[in-house]
């Protein structure tokens, strides 16, 4: 088969669809990403305490995934196979994307909202980037959410700061908003409610991103969400929780009041695993942010697209970030590129709890200090664990031991043998793919009081 360039699968698209689709009836997108937030942080996965009625609502509306996962257990590379749905290190965001690293989210990448935006659709980002580095955000030399499909933008690099109060780092569409007053997740969801009832055109479908910052550090919470929880150690956090189920209430609402929800995608989820200082939780999954157990990459995950996802459905089918790509090409009818390894794979029969169909394996690989478990495989209900070495491995049935309390390595070597073999060919076939020149050359993040840095 013949294997298209990014300008010939843009040539090819425009004119089969924009002819012969009406543009009204193609469904909308929109993605609501959470900043580190953990598979137990919520009401809706189970914690006792913390108060979610939007996501209850939206899973008692939709689907809820059990073994939904992020790409990676830091966030720019689980960021960037949302978009492109291609495991990070073949897309080439490998890693936290600092203030002097080279490495960012690629012009040569095909992004959904680029590919979106050839069949008539209006694309949206606000919240978040954090697909270049500080010194190449908002930069003419490296690429911007502009480039990478969106018609219209607000973002901050990183994270909002000074905190998630009155927050002075974002920009709209290249230029600096300057101090914004209130909390990031409902700021947030108040410029994307703005572009969905005032900007965008209402005769166009469209694909909107929300990537909020709760509830990632520096967190600060209104009193009116932390003040829930009064006389609790973990206020705070617990708060920020609610602050960010409020932000996606406002979203849902403005859906509503727009007309549009029936006929629109509506994805949540996390980026990774929460930090447990912090006051995330994991639920009792092992690990947490930047670890490839459980607690690192198993996320919320929940989709409501009303008529075509049965009310209050809960899969226990594992679906990962990078296959919202894949999804999204899927319910538009555009062809998947094939001048690339695309890892992801349609969730929809994963929507009605049916297995879906991988070529390439479930796949994790955490760039971070210091060493530890950093990369793993999953292939039906076996999850291998292993070093960055890639010389220690532990051996897992997820299904039975999702706490991963029981390593099978030793009692099932030829099982853990297969498994290596296979990791290590998946692993080969990233490193031939990706922009190796950037990870291979690259230094662990410097180290604050023996902490990390980010």
């Known amino acids: 088969m013949m294997r298209m360039t990014l300008s010939l699968v843009l040539l090819l698209l425009t004119p089969m669809f924009s002819l012969h689709a009406d543009e009204t009836q193609k469904p909308n997108i929109v993605v609501f990403l959470a900043d580190d937030m953990g598979w137990g942080d919520c009401a809706t996965y189970g914690h006792p305490l913390i108060q979610t009625p939007n996501l209850d609502k939206l899973a008692s509306q939709g689907v809820k995934f059990t073994q939904c996962y992020s790409a990676c257990g830091v966030c720019s590379p689980s960021r960037s196979a949302i978009l492109t749905g291609r495991t990070p290190y073949r897309n080439g965001v490998y890693r936290h994307l600092s203030g002097k690293n080279e490495a960012h989210l690629r012009a040569s990448e095909i992004t959904y909202p680029k590919l979106l935006k050839t069949i008539g659709y209006q694309t949206c980002h606000v919240g978040k980037w954090h697909l270049n580095s500080i010194k190449q955000f908002n930069t003419t030399e490296y690429p911007q959410p502009g480039d990478h499909g969106y ?49 965008r055109d209402k005769s166009k479908p469209f694909a909107l991103s929300i990537w909020a910052h709760e509830p990632h550090a520096p967190i600060a919470t209104d009193s009116r969400f932390s003040g829930m929880y009064d006389g609790h150690e973990n206020s705070k956090y617990m708060g ?110 994963a929507f009605e709890g ?19 478990d950093r990369v793993a495989m999953r292939i039906g209900d076996w999850k291998l664990v292993g070093d960055d070495t890639l010389t220690k491995f532990q051996l897992y049935e997820i299904q039975k031991d999702s706490k991963e309390e029981r390593d099978l390595a030793k009692a099932m070597p030829e099982k853990t043998e297969e498994m290596k073999q296979q990791l290590l060919q998946v692993w080969k076939d990233i490193e031939s793919e990706g922009p190796d020149h950037w990870w291979k050359s690259d230094r662990q993040p410097p ?8």
């Open 240 to 349: 920020n929780i609610s602050q960010l189920d409020h932000a996606l209430g406002m979203v849902m609402d403005a859906l509503e009041k727009e007309g549009v929800s029936d006929n629109t995608l509506l994805i949540f989820t996390s980026d990774n695993g929460p930090v447990a200082k912090f006051g995330g939780t994991t639920g009792g999954l092992r690990g947490g942010k930047r670890s490839d157990h459980e607690g690192g990459i198993r996320v919320p995950g929940i989709a409501r697209w009303p008529d075509r996802i049965k009310p209050a459905t809960v899969s226990a089918v594992p679906v990962v970030g990078t296959d919202i790509f894949a999804t999204v090409l899927d319910i538009t009818g555009i062809p998947l590129p094939d001048d690339r390894t695309i890892d992801g794979v349609s969730m929809l029969p």
């Open 354 to 372: 049916k297995p879906v169909q991988r070529k390439v394996p479930l796949f994790w690989r955490t760039h971070v200090s210091p060493p530890g």
């Open 447 to 454: 180290k604050k009081g023996g902490k990390l840095s980010y």
């Open 151 to 199: 018609d219209y933008w607000m973002a901050t690099h990183n994270n909002a700061q000074p905190s998630h109060k009155n927050p002075d780092n974002f920009v709209r569409n290249g230029e600096p908003v300057g101090e914004l007053k209130g909390y990031s997740a409902p700021l947030v969801a108040t410029e994307a409610t703005r572009w969905l009832s005032a900007l």
